[in-house]
């Protein structure tokens, strides 16, 4: 029997005139049913909830400039964006100052250590940037004022309220994207229950703590499909003329070299037959480029899923090998 039509008509005034209490009422009535939740808290905790503009503008703007996922040849700029001496200098010391860390991960988990870094550079620029949005804010005002995704929010508010339990955190406490990423490696709440690991063994899983952070994100990898030691995308090129026929082949690893050099692929690898691949194909500013992409390159879009994304982790990666192979030399 629901008990909170009284409580309901306070938060109704509190955050908005335009939210449905009705839905409101039902979500929590649901978290009481199926997760034991107190009834009376909840109407408490929602109660101080801030229905945020700035979230669902910022969210509007993302949805109506999306990467594009259809075009054959897509613009590649991540490379001006994030693959700078900031992050690249960041993603060194990074390293370098949780070595231990990032060894027993690469060791544990088969991710490089310059992976690892990049996804937390290109996300938060290694913890300076973690957002500063409440989280129920930001899922609340996403899960009952954001149509087109609406679903998903409120699923990611329902896991938002059960990490919260479970790690003994005030839900109104923890601040992030306004999305609802949190950390430093900013985890969604479902992957955040999944996937989050307590790495440097104090019995707590703290995102926001960099140890806790490069272990999650390489579990986070690795519990999608990791192949330690297998490439991300190798360079290549085409035989004259079909270059876009490879492009149109998608990035999806189908494909074995063999199918690929006889669809006019050049890329100087050697790999078991059984090895699938797909062609990553970019606009960049020296032209139309292309490199055979593997299955890691597939794990890094499960954070991300675009090929932009992927890419700019890649880059990034690389680059940071790059100079701390450059500072061991020096």
Not at 141 to 166: G, H, I, Q, S, V
Request: charged residues 20%; contains cysteine.
């Amino acid at each position: 029997m629901k008990i909170l039509s009284i409580g309901l008509m306070a938060i109704a005034s509190f955050v908005s005139c335009n939210v449905k209490a009705a839905a409101l009422d039902d979500f929590i009535y649901d978290m009481a049913v199926r997760h034991g939740f107190d009834q009376n808290k909840l109407v408490q905790i929602f109660s101080q909830v801030e229905i945020r503009n700035n979230v669902l503008s910022l969210m509007k703007d993302q949805a109506a400039t999306p990467a594009s996922k259809k075009a054959i040849w897509s613009k590649y700029d991540y490379d001006k964006k994030f693959v700078d001496s900031r992050r690249v200098d960041g993603g060194m010391k990074f390293i370098q100052k949780y070595a231990n860390m990032f060894a027993k991960a690469e060791a544990q988990y088969g991710v490089p250590s310059e992976v690892i870094a990049a996804i937390i550079g290109i996300e938060t620029l290694y913890g300076h940037n973690v957002g500063s949005t409440k989280i129920l804010d930001a899922l609340t005002t996403l899960a009952f004022y954001y149509p087109a995704r609406a679903d998903f929010f409120r699923k990611e508010l329902e896991e938002f309220l059960l990490m919260t339990r479970e790690e003994n955190i005030s839900p109104l406490a923890p601040k992030g994207s306004f999305a609802g990423a949190m950390g430093i490696g900013q985890f969604m709440p479902s992957s955040y229950r999944k996937l989050a690991i307590d790495f440097n063994g104090d019995g707590i899983r703290d995102l926001w703590n960099p140890e806790d952070a490069i272990g999650s994100v390489a579990n986070y990898l690795h519990k999608n499909g990791w192949s330690r030691g297998a490439p991300i995308i190798i360079a290549a090129q085409s035989v004259a003329g079909y270059a876009s026929d490879l492009a149109a082949l998608g990035v999806q690893p189908a494909y074995s070299l063999q199918q690929l050099q006889a669809s006019g692929l050049i890329c100087n690898i050697t790999t078991a037959s059984d090895v699938k691949m797909g062609v990553l194909a970019f606009e960049t500013e020296w032209g139309k480029a292309l490199w055979a992409s593997f299955n890691n390159f597939q794990v890094i879009k499960t954070y991300n899923n675009t090929n932009r994304y992927a890419m700019g982790v890649t880059q990034l990666a690389e680059a940071i090998r790059h100079a701390r192979q450059a500072d061991t030399f020096n």
